[in-house]
């Protein structure tokens, strides 16, 4: 009776070829795959049900496809000790819908298998269909670099940060980095670390530059020169780019705060004060809202940074200047006896 509710809510397929329609009805196909398995115990009706609903959607999954079927279907005949059609479930998923978790599930079987020349194969399509993919990138370097294959994972990290579309360029750059430090190179991270600093002037990068000098050069005055540099490039450039004046404060606020660290050569307070008089002062300004005419509609008000040579600056570090005059004398008139 209750395969017979099952196969009645199957006969009514969707009248729409749209994914949220199907989604709900590939759900009862799960179920009842799931049922014929593990409560009647009968693998065969699981496996035919799953190959069904595989060819039940439509325009052979061009349009949409569901990633969580196709594993299920590959892993029941795992279960079934049909390795082959197992494969071929996986093979025909990378040919009609290739999905991120069928090419991580895939891979995984063949690992699991020991098949390494297999599991290279399926790491270099993965690469192949969706160059973007920095996970893709990422699985496959980490593949070599498991088997002990460090000039292959390092050709693969190469093809991979070259890619011109790739989704989160930042993390694969930071993967071959860390590589590169795993291996000792450390003049090649720091090559690295140069050429994304081409790709971008983002606060993040100069950090992370100046976090590795102080750690691997070992001295404060290695890393310090980063940050000066880096102050000095965003200087130049921080009104030409999106959020250029909140890069520039973030360095200052990371140098500021890695000068104030007892650590490496200690704290050299006249280096200290010379960070801290470069920090600028958050305003607050409105910046207005436009409609499609170019209209002002609104205004909305958003963080903004001055620096000391920004003109309106000028009248606030001429009052500092003297409160820090009159400090000075104060001490000295203090400190001089009678």
């Not at 099952?6 to 759900?27: A, H």
């Not at 000792?184 to 002037?201: D, F, N």
């Not at 490039?233 to 030409?240: F, G, Q, R």
Request: with cysteine; charged share 35%; aromatic share 10%.
């Amino acid at each position: 009776r209750i395969r017979e509710l099952f196969c009645r809510c199957l006969e009514n397929t969707p009248p729409r070829p749209l994914k949220r329609d199907w989604k709900r009805f590939i759900y009862i196909w799960l179920d009842y795959c799931t049922w014929e398995e593990l409560v009647v115990g009968d693998k065969d009706r699981a496996s035919a049900g799953y190959r069904k609903c595989l060819n039940s959607i439509p325009n052979r999954h061009r349009h949409f496809s569901f990633s969580k079927i196709w594993i299920m279907a590959a892993n029941l005949e795992i279960r079934r000790k049909n390795l082959g059609a197992a494969r071929k479930i996986f093979g025909q998923a990378l040919g009609m819908a290739p999905r991120q978790k069928i090419f991580r599930s895939y891979l995984d079987l063949e690992l699991a298998l020991g098949q390494i020349e297999r599991a290279r194969k399926i790491a270099r399509r993965w690469v192949e269909v969706d160059p973007s993919s920095v996970v893709g990138w990422q699985e496959y370097t980490k593949l070599e670099i498991s088997l002990g294959e460090v000039d292959r994972a390092r050709g693969i990290f190469e093809l991979g940060v070259a890619q011109s579309e790739l989704d989160l360029p930042e993390i694969l750059w930071r993967s071959f980095i860390e590589f590169e430090v795993a291996q000792g190179e450390l003049e090649r991270a720091r090559v690295l670390y140069r050429q994304l600093l081409e790709r971008s002037q983002s606060a993040a990068i100069w950090i992370a530059l100046a976090k590795f000098e102080a750690e691997f050069a070992n001295t404060k005055e290695t890393a310090r020169a980063i940050y000066r540099e880096a102050d000095r490039t965003l200087a130049l450039h921080m009104d030409e780019q999106e959020h250029g004046r909140a890069n520039r404060y973030n360095i200052l606020r990371a140098w500021l705060e890695f000068e104030n660290a007892d650590i490496l050569d200690g704290v050299d307070s006249k280096v200290v004060n010379e960070v801290r008089e470069k920090q600028p002062r958050k305003v607050s300004r409105e910046r207005p809202l436009r409609d499609s005419a170019g209209q002002i509609i609104n205004y909305e008000e958003q963080v903004d940074y001055v620096f000391e040579e920004d003109p309106e600056a000028k009248p606030h570090l001429k009052l500092l200047k003297v409160a820090n005059e009159w400090k000075r004398r104060q001490a000295l008139s203090i400190n001089q006896p009678g």
